[in-house]
């Protein structure tokens, strides 16, 4: 059964069409990817699947429900990490994890705090107010508050930026085995390395249109980003142009170069 599915989803800006005719389906239980350069339209789309955002054309559903009829109930069923989103920063992770477990209403919200806060290494720093935290520390809160209510579905927007090497590797295995437990990953990256490390399936997006999906069994970054020239623009001079500096291979040059450090 499709976690998500939409038909002929479209969403524009004025007289910028950010998503266009969007057709997708997503199995329950994919770890499904994204992946396209910055401003490729990554984003809106997981705004609109999370209903923060209205289409201007086109129909989805999201774990069953509409999010365009229903936008509180699918934000309630999902969780969401958006991009660069920060807890507050005159909270603790304790106490912004304890606000989210209230609104989410749930009886057992600081044994899920524990044990969130030790699959995703931010344990030491629960009692540290988030000001003081490095941007690698308050992206795993971060994280944290996207799986606290265990929902069968997560949305994540560059799920690894402000991540050392180190931690990369730990949060890819906990996505990993989320979807082997029978959920339901969404993200999206402008990294190819991320998606051919992580993700069963990869849709290949760019401006507003998805130009192709396919499994990524056996695929490496270099045939991913092969596949991802030949599937845009037949790898012509302009798509490997911008690849330089929007669709990347590797990570480590958004990590936080103080993890572990308050942000200077």
Not at 17 to 34: K, N, P, R
Not at 72 to 85: D, F, K, T
Request: glycine share 10%; aromatic share 6%.
């Amino acid at each position: 059964m499709p976690a998500v599915e939409t038909d002929g989803l479209t969403k524009r800006y004025d007289d910028l069409t950010a998503l266009a005719d969007l057709s997708l389906s997503v199995e329950s239980g994919t770890l499904f990817g994204l992946l396209g350069p910055n401003g490729s339209g990554k984003t809106t789309t997981i705004s609109v699947l999370t209903g923060q955002r209205r289409p201007d054309a086109g129909t989805a559903s999201v774990l069953d429900i509409d999010p365009v009829a229903n936008p509180r109930e699918v934000r309630s069923a999902v969780g969401i990490l958006p991009e660069r989103e920060d807890p507050p920063s005159f909270l603790t992770p304790r106490e912004y994890l304890r606000f989210v477990g209230e609104v989410r209403e749930l009886d057992d919200v600081d044994e899920r705090i524990e044990r969130w806060a030790d699959r995703l290494e931010f344990a030491e720093t629960l009692d540290t107010v988030s000001a003081d935290l490095s941007e690698g520390q308050r992206q795993r809160v971060m994280l944290g508050q996207a799986f606290v209510h265990d929902p069968d579905l997560v949305f994540i927007d560059e799920p690894l930026v402000n991540l050392d090497p180190i931690l990369q590797e730990r949060v890819k295995q906990e996505l990993r085995a989320y979807c082997d437990a029978g959920n339901t990953l969404f993200l999206s990256t402008h990294f190819v390395d991320v998606a051919a490390d992580l993700c069963d399936r990869v849709g290949i997006l760019d401006g507003g249109h998805l130009r192709g999906t396919r499994e990524t069994d056996g695929f490496g970054a270099d045939d991913l980003l092969s596949y991802f020239m030949e599937t845009v623009e037949g790898g012509d001079v302009a798509t490997t142009d911008r690849r330089s500096d929007s669709l990347q291979t590797g990570v480590s040059e958004t990590t936080d170069a103080g993890e572990g450090a308050p942000d200077p």
